[in-house]
């Protein structure tokens, strides 16, 4: 009889930097549902020479990329360690790791996760499922989003499902298919304005509320290309620093109105970006504790019931939905929604690891 209980370690590095995500949880499969109990969580912040390297990897040569792989791997695997003996957890069925994006080019059939090499299951010694995007953009897909089939498993309940993260990202039924796109820069951008005023993250939106807003850098972010593409469709951190930084480096402008304007442009479109303007929707990630962009997204969407889960929903649920593509692996199902990603069709992606 297949196994009905997994306690699983879910973890996650997002494109924001803003640390390691790790969640001890426990996935129950029962008359044909997944449940859910998160116990022991933690983040991890990464040390200022680690920002360093992440926020340039992308622009690295093969060898040095290897290199970084290997690196970051034997860091993965430390904090996860750190994590198992500083909460005395036991019978732990697998580690569950997205890794950390440094390259994300699904058009030249290229993604990368570093940290998911097969050594990280010897050096913490349990079973490692992982690399969960390179099958996909393999079968022509766009490799992202893969949370979606999590909000459906687990969040059906809600008519959307909103993480506001490095990018804000979306997920929906329509008809009898899960829908699920990027929908543009979140803390990805906001955040590097923030740390050119020596703070890691603007709190609570502060300083973006004080600024003013700039119409015209508004209405040319408003008309990038990105915007006009029909989903599926994904986002990484190369698209912003090719397109999206750059553009708002041509508007001379105080940092503060930077993020004025750009916070206006994300509540304007994610606004946009939703078939149906009523109805209930869950926001999770950094971006729910950003006051100022609650209030303006409220703004657009006066007839949408704007749900804010408890704090480890919010902060650990791609951590706690990485943990359930990972049991999915486990059992051999489906894993990825072709209807999401664009692939040829649904599959079980990942990589399994045994120490």
Known sequence: MRKQTYNVIGV????????????????????????????????????????????????????????????YTTLLASVIKSFVDKNNLVNIDAVCSHGHTVLHQPQNKLTLQIGNLPEISKLIGYTVVCDFRVADVALGGQGAPLVPIGDRLLFSKYDYCMNLGGFSNVSFEHGNQRIAFDICPVNTVLN?????????????????????????????????????????????????????????????????????????????????????????????????????????????????????????????????????????KLRNENNVLASVTGASRDHSSGKIFLP
């Open 12 to 71: 996650m590095s997002g494109t924001s930097l803003d640390g390691i995500d790790l969640a001890e949880i426990k996935l129950i499969f029962s008359d044909g549902k997944w449940t859910f109990e998160i116990s022991q969580t933690e983040t991890v912040a990464y040390e200022d020479s680690w920002l360093e390297i992440l926020r340039s990897a992308s622009s690295l040569d093969q060898n040095p990329l290897a290199e970084l792989d290997t690196d």
């Open 192 to 328: 590097n304005y923030a740390n050119e005023l020596g703070m890691p993250f603007d709190d609570g939106g502060k300083t973006a509320a004080s600024g003013e807003l700039n119409e015209e850098l508004l209405h040319q972010l408003n008309t990038l290309e990105f915007y006009k593409l029909a989903y599926p469709k994904s986002l990484g951190i190369e698209y912003v620093n090719k397109h999206v930084l750059p553009l708002i480096e041509t508007a001379v402008l105080p940092a503060a109105d930077k993020l004025r304007t750009f916070t206006e442009h994300i509540a304007l479109q994610i606004s946009l970006a939703l078939p149906e303007k009523s109805g209930s929707i869950l926001i999770t990630g950094g971006g729910a504790y950003n006051t100022f962009l609650m209030e303006r997204l409220k703004y657009y969407l006066p007839e949408m019931d704007v749900e804010i889960p408890d704090p480890k929903i919010l902060e650990y649920k791609e951590a706690l939905i990485f943990a359930l593509l990972g049991v999915l």
